[in-house]
């Protein structure tokens, strides 16, 4: 039902979001157009409680409705999607079968699995199996986590779902208070098994994996400005999750004042929810740090903030997690750098900073750069998770990151860099932006390096990504770095608007390694030479087995998970000038 446009909601969109939401392409930031494909529901929500409360500070509720309605020109409570295909009651819960569970698939966070009877003989029989439609968003952005032949997947709809594997049938829906990213991890606790996950308000969950029912729900982190991206790591009866933050975004504003947040891990008991400790990413609480030039009060130090999620190191009683930029000055040693944090007691036992003085926010790319910290740094954020990998003779901790450099580090030795290879070129936007994977020999590396032909973010002005710049996966050799091979994207000049840009996180599995595209495409290379063997151009509208309706778009954030003969992965990523999307897309070999 289209919404007669009220005669002052216009006005108040521009006094309340124009400034933020017209400039079009920031990161992190959906352009207006994007936020026009939501419900308005999902719109008024994230003003009540979501991730755009504090900035929908002094809002009546009658503005943020009138604001929900215009934007999306929908009528509040006429859009509920009517969900079909409910699984048939009966079958119980186990998590036998070959599984893909959490983000990396392991403690190791390898991204690799050999379980698995897809071959790269069988790709040209690799065919649709069903497609699942994720009601009322425009991106698609929860890594499907395969356990027990069931799929779990989070949305940002605030919706986690649990679907049959074969069928895309959906046993349970359960809601949360905010936007589910973070893949699902499943593990067994006392005598049931739980499936955890994290919100966009910095809430952790354990949901009943067969019934859905809520057994703790647990607040992570008290600050409105933190949330959980990376999928919490469970082991020995305990969770880890990771904090990370939203104030990069705000700083836009000159009259916001800069920053407060700070990242972290927090350790809770699986079974009940009860903290345990927080490590924060630096232990140094923000203060005071002078005002900006219209006089607004800035602080500092802020961000560090952990996306990936954490690798868990059994032997030597540690967890790995990488950090983003600090948000604002001072920075601090541990930004942009890996953590080793102890197990037991939340203790960094050892960081190692791979670029230092790195302080930036989204404001350093904006005309108006009032709230840019100055110096400012190149945001060189870690956002994949770590690769703990076991060669022969010794464990390598490989680690992508965006200023385009592959790194090695010597978990024995305090982090001490073994090697670091050079794979692209870097950048807000650029170099490895959400995963590597590995296969125990080689580490396979997709680049972003997406390119805007403006690069500075104006109000009203669409960035238009290069459809020649950006993109290419790499091979390398764990021992020592050595490039193996490289294959350039190929360009994507027949779509409009697109960009080669590899920032997804990749997965591989035996003889293969899958990467998706910010175009829409999700490729297969052999791991011997890297030729592409597969393509599947995911930008199309689907028919769903839930009857809601859906299209693919941009292939970022998650990578596929693969599990038996199946092969899952997610498609839609409607911010920063993606092509929106809302689909989970299953394969199989007929």
């Not at 009546?60 to 999607?81: C, F, P, V």
């Not at 969770?239 to 972290?264: F, H, I, M, Q, W």
């Not at 079974?271 to 030039?293: C, D, H, I, M, Q």
């Not at 997804?504 to 175009?519: E, H, K, M, N, Q």
């Amino acid at each position: 039902m289209l919404l007669a446009q009220a005669p002052d909601a216009e006005a108040l969109y521009k006094k309340a979001c124009a400034l933020c939401h017209d400039v079009r392409g920031a990161a992190r930031i959906p352009p207006r157009e994007t936020i026009a494909r939501m419900s308005p529901e999902l719109v008024y929500e994230s003003m009540v409680s979501g991730l755009m409360r504090d900035q929908s500070v002094g809002l009546s509720d009658a503005d943020k409705k009138l604001l929900a309605e215009h934007i999306t020109a929908k009528k509040l409570g006429m859009t509920k999607a009517v969900m079909t295909g409910a699984c048939a009651a009966g079958r119980t819960f186990r998590m036998t079968g070959p599984n893909w569970n959490g983000w990396g698939n392991g403690l190791q966070n390898l991204r690799f699995q050999k379980d698995t009877t897809i071959t790269a003989e069988q790709l040209p029989k690799l065919k649709l199996k069903w497609a699942f439609g994720l009601p009322g968003t425009i991106i698609a952005y929860g890594q499907p986590t395969v356990v027990g032949g069931r799929v779990f997947t989070g949305s940002a709809n605030r919706s986690v779902y649990s679907l049959d594997a074969a069928t895309g049938c959906y046993h349970w829906i359960f809601e949360a208070t905010g936007n589910v990213r973070s893949a699902i991890t499943v593990a067994k606790v006392g005598d049931r098994h739980l499936a955890f996950f994290g919100d966009s308000r910095a809430r952790a969950y354990a949901v009943d994996a067969e019934t859905g029912k809520l057994v703790w729900k647990a607040t992570a982190d008290e600050s409105n400005l933190v949330r959980v991206t990376g999928a919490p790591a469970y082991h020995d009866g305990k969770l880890y999750v990771p904090l990370s933050t939203t104030e990069d975004g705000p700083a836009v504003n000159p009259k916001y004042e800069c920053c407060v947040s700070r990242g972290g891990v927090v350790a809770l008991n699986a079974a009940t929810g009860a903290k345990l400790w927080t490590a924060y990413s630096f232990v140094e609480e923000p203060t005071k740090r002078g005002k900006n030039k219209i006089g607004t009060q800035l602080w500092g130090p802020s961000g560090a903030a952990i996306w990936n999620s954490p690798t868990i190191d059994v032997k030597r009683k540690v967890l790995y997690a990488g950090t983003g930029d600090n948000h604002s000055h001072p920075a601090t040693t541990t930004s942009d750098a890996v953590l080793a944090i102890a197990l037991d007691s939340g203790k960094i036992v050892w960081h190692r900073q791979l670029t230092p003085a790195d302080a930036f926010n989204v404001a350093c790319v904006t005309p108006d750069k009032t709230n840019c910290p100055d110096p400012r740094g190149p945001d060189h954020d870690i956002g994949s998770s770590v690769n703990l990998v076991s060669l022969r003779n010794r464990d390598v901790l490989v680690v992508g990151q965006k200023s385009g450099i592959v790194w090695a580090l010597d978990p024995d030795k305090q982090g001490a860099v073994l090697w670091k290879t050079g794979v692209g070129r870097g950048g807000e936007l650029g170099g490895v932006q959400w995963g590597t994977a590995s296969d125990n020999t080689n580490v396979y590396v997709a680049v972003s390096d997406i390119v805007f032909q403006d690069p500075e973010l104006k109000p009203g002005v669409r960035m238009k990504p290069d459809p020649k710049v950006g993109g290419g996966l790499f091979a390398l050799q764990v021992a020592t770095g050595e490039k193996i091979w490289h294959t350039p994207a190929p360009p994507c000049h027949d779509r409009p608007g697109c960009s080669p840009a590899q920032s997804a996180a990749v997965t591989a599995i035996p003889g293969l390694v899958f990467s998706g595209s910010v175009d829409g495409r999700l490729r297969a290379y052999s791991t011997r030479d890297g030729r592409i063997v597969w393509e599947y151009d995911t930008a199309r509208e689907f028919p769903t087995v839930n009857g809601v309706k859906a299209n693919g778009g941009s292939m970022d954030a998650s990578g596929p998970t693969f599990a038996g003969g199946m092969m899952f992965v997610n498609s839609g990523y409607g911010t920063w000038g993606g092509f929106p999307g809302n689909v989970l897309l299953a394969f199989g070999v007929e």
